[in-house]
């Protein structure tokens, strides 16, 4: 009995210092993708295609320090993968590589050929699936505004979410039918790791918000290995790249300013990286891409007017990828500015949405293949304009529970073309699902 309520008294002692709790959203839908990239076409119940929502379990650590102030540790974990495929090794291709001592034969109209499959270990193509990172960061909040540090979402997902109904899923035009790096995510980086976010206080509707990304540029490091060939003995200097203590990154920046009174919320955000002259990873030798400064410009607006809700939003600027390769210098930016509107109508426990998104990429937006690059005709100045139509139902079981069904038409802009599998051709998701929250 003693031990007990010394237990209980620890406990006491501990929930008076620090909140713990586990809250979180988890969202299953049955989906079937259509359309002209028949590399992405079939159906499934998954977590990642055409959900409505991000599923996420987050713990939350909240300590008040006295004084208004609370300091808080936040840890998103990210189940979906996981919950797809379980933790596991996909991809199974029934070859080996030379370890394995496996050849396979290619056959062609003018020969026959055997050789080896180098790099697939055990017949898989080591496609690891398990529990992955969310929003994480370490905080404190008061009077003096909000900071946070380590991986906070974005100024400009906060920003899109302004003018999104449906936030990231289905339909939201946030990404090109599920394809990462298209649309909105072109220019707006969901999150940032290694980064420090502040939030004023809210000033007669007025906020202000910084973030900031350090990066790192460093030049590559390299130790020196003597080999020795067993054919010949010959030994051969050579050397092995060292691990940065700090990995390279690209360097960037967000500020944002809202206005909020009422039914109308106003975001204005700037999203900008920096020079990256070596390559990123954490082996300047490694084949990743430098690339050049960015910069874009993102507005986005909401109006309610009773059970209706209006939303529009503009961008302008560049992307965040570069075209080009490590070897460029310097590699090249594209251009590129879009539109999004939106509705939602609440109909009682019924949500209804439609949202258009475009996105032009203006200038360059490819290289030639077989061009040099020094060479102006390596690039391509073909005006692309892609499209997400976007609609969605949604049924409010409760507050924390609905049913849904969605439809996402995504168009590239361009024909389907077989050698650039994501870029081209169309893409169509239907889909049902349910999501709860808790």
Do not use: C
């Not at 299953?28 to 993708?33: E, H, L, Y």
């Not at 008061?142 to 990231?168: K, V």
């Not at 010949?232 to 092995?240: D, E, R």
């Not at 590129?336 to 949500?351: C, L, P, T």
């Amino acid at each position: 009995m003693k031990k007990t309520l010394v237990a209980i008294a620890a406990l006491a002692s501990v929930s008076a210092f620090a909140q713990v709790t586990i809250t979180g959203n988890m969202d299953f839908a049955g989906a079937k993708v259509g359309g002209s990239q028949v590399w992405a076409m079939g159906s499934t119940f998954s977590q990642t295609v055409g959900t409505a929502s991000t599923s996420v379990i987050n713990l939350d650590a909240v300590e008040d320090i006295g004084g208004g102030t609370k300091v808080t540790a936040h840890y998103g974990l990210d189940p979906r993968t996981l919950s797809n495929d379980a933790f596991a090794v996909t991809n199974n291709t029934g070859v080996v590589n030379t370890y394995g001592g496996t050849t396979f034969t290619s056959t062609t109209a003018s020969s026959s050929t055997s050789s080896t499959n180098i790099g697939l270990v055990g017949g898989q193509a080591n496609t690891a699936t398990g529990l992955s990172r969310d929003e994480l960061y370490v905080g404190a909040a008061g009077s003096f505004g909000n900071i946070r540090l380590g991986s906070p979402n974005s100024i400009g997902l906060d920003t899109f979410s302004n003018a999104s109904p449906g936030g990231t899923g289905i339909g939201g035009g946030y990404t090109g039918g599920g394809t990462a790096g298209t649309m909105t995510n072109s220019f707006v980086q969901t999150r940032y790791s290694r980064s420090a976010r502040y939030d004023s206080p809210v000033m007669s509707g007025f906020s202000a918000s910084l973030m900031y990304i350090p990066g790192n540029d460093q030049t590559a490091q390299v130790t020196g290995v003597a080999t020795t060939s067993y054919a010949t003995g010959a030994v051969t200097p050579s050397t092995i790249p060292v691990a940065y203590l700090i990995l390279n990154a690209r360097s960037g920046s967000e500020y944002g300013i809202k206005y909020a009174n009422g039914p109308l919320t106003v975001m204005y955000t700037n999203i900008s990286q920096g020079l990256q002259v070596n390559a990123t990873g954490w082996y300047a030798g490694g084949s990743n891409t430098k690339a050049a400064k960015t910069s874009a410009n993102f507005i986005t607006a909401q109006y309610a007017m009773g059970d209706t809700t209006f939303y529009v939003g503009m961008n302008d600027g560049q992307r965040l990828a570069p075209i080009g390769s490590a070897g460029d210098s310097p590699t090249l930016t594209v251009d590129s500015k879009g539109k999004r509107y939106a509705v939602k109508q609440v109909v009682g426990q019924v949500d209804l949405m439609a949202t258009l998104t475009t996105q032009e990429a203006l200038g360059v937006t490819a290289i030639a293949a077989g061009t040099p690059t020094s060479a102006a005709s390596a690039y391509t100045t073909a005006v692309l304009k892609a499209k997400v139509l976007g609609l969605r139902a949604q049924y409010n079981l409760s507050k924390t529970a609905a049913v849904y069904a969605g439809y996402e038409k995504y168009s590239t802009g361009t024909d389907y073309n077989a050698t650039a599998l994501t870029t081209t051709g169309d893409r169509t998701i239907a889909s049902m699902g349910l999501r709860k929250s808790f």
